[in-house]
């Protein structure tokens, strides 16, 4: 396996665990969470995460976002000028 994919797979699954609304999906709908011997290496890694205590992160308080940035008060976003 070579490392772009390696990252790939751990980023997808930081991604998944953080995101409040995929963990409301996989709740509603179980069968989006595949069995423990279908599971890829992104699965793994996002079983893992779970294992480990992650939580996913709760969207930002305010509804309105910067016109700069398209970003959510409270968001901060790397830009380089």
Known sequence: MDSIALTTDWL???RRTRSAAWQDY???????KPSRTDRKLTDTIEAGLHDA?????????GTTSSA???TAPGQHVDMLV
């Open 12 to 14: 997808d699954a930081v």
């Open 26 to 32: 996989v709740q509603q709908v179980p069968q989006a």
């Open 53 to 61: 205590g992650a939580k996913p992160v709760q969207p930002a308080g």
């Open 68 to 70: 700069a940035t398209g």
